[in-house]
């Protein structure tokens, strides 16, 4: 049944849900401040642990992720949203511990293994459900700005850590955070959780459909990791996982759509051009982005000899810039209640600033560089947007399964930008570096962060080329990302602009209810069906029909009768026998 349109123009939040966004917001500072700043850390903990596969510092962390997201959104409605959060805050720690107590770079990478989890998929999910689409943008604008924040401070800490302390205190600095996190959605969060016995809800989690989806993500990761540095990437050891790993992608959607019977993917949400654009867009974005993340700040420490803090220092712009355009972009689409524009001016934004990357080298002024990074940040700010791309031709029911989907999209697009980006420039390297430099490394896979330590300490001519050697290997992969941008801006002009919903899932928004509000009928399938308002006594009465038991209990008589009788009838036509209607 089609959800009816509530005309009230905005949605009022209480204490209690700015409490709940709060816990949310701690987990978003937790992942960025882990990401970004692994990503100046890096060079450091490379020479320290001696390891080779230095991509697998960041892409083991997202490839987890990626792989874990599909099931966190399966899991998470079926155990509920607290429950499973706090478990992925967990396991966030767990993986943490590891990574700072390492002594290898296997166990690193095992560490940031298990650290990768759900937790950002859960913080949209939650949103979703107690904020309407089109109210969103504003809310993850503000997560936006907290991303910011720990993008912003994640390279000073942790260059700073690497550079004056150790870089495992950036690891052991996530075991305070993540039980502030944890204490904050075991406090606020007090969303509804699914009844039933727990072999019930075991027997309803996509088992066959996530051990696809992640054993085929793996595989492709070591496809992509491998190529080009530990292999050619002609070899069998590369085209083989990658193969495999596609194969198994695609064998994952064919099951879900047409054979689970509870699918993480339901094929709703694959059923219209708009959001497989979205989720395209969605898909580049994220190769384009950590792309830069992660390598601008070795630009900076390759060509221009900066410190880990002054490579933070001066990645600041574009990450300043990300948090204020996010906000305005979803003041913009609340406003006008379509989101075509924004997407349209993000992409054209980002592929300028991207563009004007490739015309970098070794002399350009900082200032130039700074403008550069200004424009990109204005594109990606922008480009939070593409959320409403994938949402908007959707029924508010399925939020929980876009959601996970769309953030697996971005989030496996990440480990793609990462290895991709270090591949290129492994290969680039060994046809640029002067031999005398590549002779001192027994694999391609060093030579990106085993060079640059060595950078500062090498005579004016090695060290020269060395640094030209980083540009032109480095200006490859802004070339490639500014084709893939391209690509992003023609999808916006195929998607339609589909007006923006103005309601929430009831099924799963905060158990405690303030007066006032209009009554409303939340079907099983969370479909909705306005009745009111009905005021008796000048009070307002929420009403939730849910699939508990039999019967249905008598509507209040205070009600006036006409209303009364109206919300009956709708109950009798809409609802199957098996309900209770809950005061």
Same mark, same amino acid.
């Given at each position: 049944?089609?959800?009816?349109?509530?005309?009230?123009?905005?949605?009022?939040?209480?204490?209690?849900?700015?409490?709940?966004?709060?816990?949310?917001?701690?987990?978003?500072?937790?992942?960025?401040?882990?990401?970004?700043?692994?990503?100046?850390?890096?060079?450091?903990?490379?020479?320290?642990?001696?390891?080779?596969?230095?991509?697998?510092?960041?892409?083991?962390?997202?490839?987890?992720?990626?792989?874990?997201?599909?099931?966190?959104?399966?899991?998470?409605?079926?155990?509920?949203? #607290?429950?499973?959060?706090?478990?992925?805050?967990?396991?966030?720690?767990?993986?943490?511990?590891?990574?700072?107590?390492?002594?290898?770079?296997?166990?690193?990478?095992?560490?940031?293994?298990?650290?990768?989890?759900?937790?950002?998929?859960?913080?949209?999910?939650?949103?979703?459900?107690?904020?309407?689409?089109?109210?969103?943008?504003?809310?993850?604008?503000?997560?936006?700005?907290?991303?910011?924040?720990?993008?912003?401070?994640?390279?000073?800490?942790?260059?700073?850590?690497?550079?004056?302390?150790?870089?495992?205190?950036?690891?052991?600095?996530?075991?305070?955070?993540?039980?502030?996190?944890?204490?904050?959605?075991?406090?606020?969060?007090?969303?509804?959780?699914?009844?039933?016995?727990?072999?019930?809800?075991?027997?309803?989690?996509?088992?066959?459909?996530?051990?696809?989806?992640?054993?085929?993500?793996?595989?492709?990761?070591?496809?992509?990791?491998?190529?080009?540095?530990?292999?050619?990437?002609?070899?069998?050891?590369?085209?083989?996982?990658?193969?495999?790993?596609?194969?198994?992608?695609?064998?994952?959607?064919?099951?879900?759509?047409?054979?689970?019977?509870?699918?993480?993917?339901? #094929?709703?949400?694959?059923?219209?051009?708009?959001?497989?654009?979205?989720?395209?867009?969605?898909?580049?974005?994220?190769?384009?982005?950590?792309?830069?993340?992660?390598?601008?700040?070795?630009?900076?420490?390759?060509?221009?000899?900066?410190?880990?803090?002054?490579?933070?220092?001066?990645?600041?712009?574009?990450?300043?810039?990300?948090?204020?355009?996010?906000?305005?972009?979803?003041?913009?689409?609340?406003?006008?209640?379509?989101?075509?524009?924004?997407?349209?001016?993000?992409?054209?934004?980002?592929?300028?600033?991207?563009?004007?990357?490739?015309?970098?080298?070794?002399?350009?002024?900082?200032?130039?560089?700074?403008?550069?990074?200004?424009?990109?940040?204005?594109?990606?700010?922008?480009?939070?947007?593409?959320?409403?791309?994938?949402?908007?031709?959707?029924?508010?029911?399925?939020?929980?399964?876009?959601?996970?989907?769309?953030?697996?999209?971005?989030?496996?697009?990440?480990?793609?930008?990462?290895?991709?980006?270090?591949?290129?420039?492994?290969?680039?390297?060994?046809?640029?570096?002067?031999?005398?430099?590549?002779?001192?490394?027994?694999?391609?896979?060093?030579?990106?962060?085993?060079?640059?330590?060595?950078?500062?300490?090498?005579?004016?001519?090695?060290?020269?080329?060395?640094?030209?050697?980083?540009?032109?290997?480095? #200006?490859?992969?802004?070339?490639?990302?500014?084709?893939?941008?391209?690509?992003?801006?023609?999808?916006?002009?195929?998607?339609?602009?589909?007006?923006?919903?103005?309601?929430?899932?009831? #099924?799963?928004?905060?158990?405690?209810?303030?007066?006032?509000?209009?009554?409303?009928?939340?079907?099983?399938?969370?479909?909705?069906?306005?009745?009111?308002?009905?005021?008796?006594?000048?009070?307002?009465?929420?009403?939730?029909?849910?699939?508990?038991?039999?019967?249905?209990?008598?509507?209040?008589?205070?009600?006036?009768?006409?209303?009364?009788?109206?919300?009956?009838?709708?109950?009798?036509?809409?609802?199957?026998?098996?309900?209770?209607?809950?005061?």
């Amino acid at each position: 049944m089609p959800v009816v349109e509530s005309p009230a123009p905005t949605t009022t939040h209480g204490i209690r849900f700015w409490l709940v966004f709060v816990a949310l917001c701690f987990c978003v500072l937790l992942s960025a401040l882990d990401l970004a700043g692994v990503s100046t850390a890096a060079p450091t903990i490379v020479a320290e642990l001696h390891g080779s596969d230095f991509s697998w510092v960041g892409s083991a962390y997202t490839l987890s992720s990626a792989a874990c997201l599909p099931l966190s959104g399966n899991l998470a409605q079926i155990f509920g949203r #607290k429950h499973v959060t706090m478990s992925m805050v967990v396991i966030f720690g767990i993986g943490s511990a590891v990574s700072a107590s390492a002594r290898s770079m296997t166990v690193l990478i095992v560490g940031r293994g298990v650290g990768g989890g759900g937790t950002q998929a859960l913080v949209y999910i939650v949103t979703a459900d107690l904020v309407p689409l089109r109210e969103r943008g504003t809310f993850t604008g503000i997560t936006g700005m907290i991303w910011t924040l720990g993008s912003i401070t994640g390279p000073f800490i942790a260059g700073g850590l690497a550079q004056k302390a150790t870089w495992r205190w950036l690891f052991y600095l996530n075991l305070p955070l993540c039980a502030l996190a944890f204490l904050a959605v075991a406090l606020f969060l007090d969303l509804p959780t699914p009844e039933g016995r727990i072999l019930e809800k075991l027997a309803k989690i996509d088992w066959i459909g996530n051990i696809l989806i992640i054993a085929s993500s793996t595989s492709c990761m070591l496809g992509l990791t491998w190529g080009g540095g530990r292999f050619p990437w002609s070899s069998p050891p590369v085209l083989a996982p990658l193969v495999i790993g596609l194969v198994g992608l695609g064998l994952s959607f064919v099951y879900e759509i047409g054979f689970a019977t509870y699918p993480t993917i339901p #094929k709703v949400v694959l059923a219209n051009r708009t959001s497989q654009l979205g989720y395209i867009a969605s898909f580049i974005h994220g190769v384009v982005a950590l792309s830069i993340t992660f390598y601008l700040p070795t630009w900076f420490q390759s060509v221009r000899s900066a410190t880990p803090i002054q490579s933070g220092l001066y990645f600041l712009p574009m990450v300043a810039t990300i948090s204020p355009f996010a906000i305005v972009e979803g003041l913009i689409v609340a406003k006008l209640g379509h989101y075509r524009l924004v997407n349209l001016v993000g992409w054209g934004a980002l592929l300028l600033g991207v563009g004007l990357f490739v015309s970098l080298h070794r002399t350009t002024s900082l200032g130039l560089i700074v403008l550069f990074q200004l424009i990109q940040g204005v594109g990606l700010g922008m480009l939070y947007a593409t959320t409403f791309v994938v949402l908007a031709p959707l029924p508010i029911s399925e939020n929980a399964s876009a959601l996970s989907l769309l953030t697996f999209v971005r989030t496996f697009s990440q480990s793609w930008g990462i290895a991709i980006a270090g591949s290129v420039i492994q290969n680039k390297l060994s046809g640029t570096l002067p031999k005398s430099v590549i002779r001192q490394f027994s694999s391609p896979s060093d030579l990106v962060y085993g060079v640059i330590p060595e950078i500062s300490t090498m005579p004016e001519p090695l060290k020269l080329q060395v640094q030209d050697a980083f540009v032109e290997s480095i #200006k490859l992969v802004w070339i490639i990302m500014a084709s893939l941008c391209a690509i992003g801006l023609l999808t916006v002009c195929l998607i339609k602009d589909i007006p923006l919903s103005r309601q929430v899932d009831k #099924k799963w928004g905060l158990r405690e209810r303030p007066p006032g509000t209009e009554i409303e009928l939340v079907q099983p399938e969370s479909e909705i069906v306005e009745v009111g308002p009905v005021k008796p006594n000048n009070d307002s009465i929420i009403i939730e029909v849910v699939r508990k038991s039999t019967g249905i209990s008598p509507v209040d008589e205070s009600a006036r009768p006409s209303e009364t009788s109206q919300g009956r009838k709708q109950v009798r036509e809409n609802l199957t026998s098996n309900a209770q209607i809950r005061i």
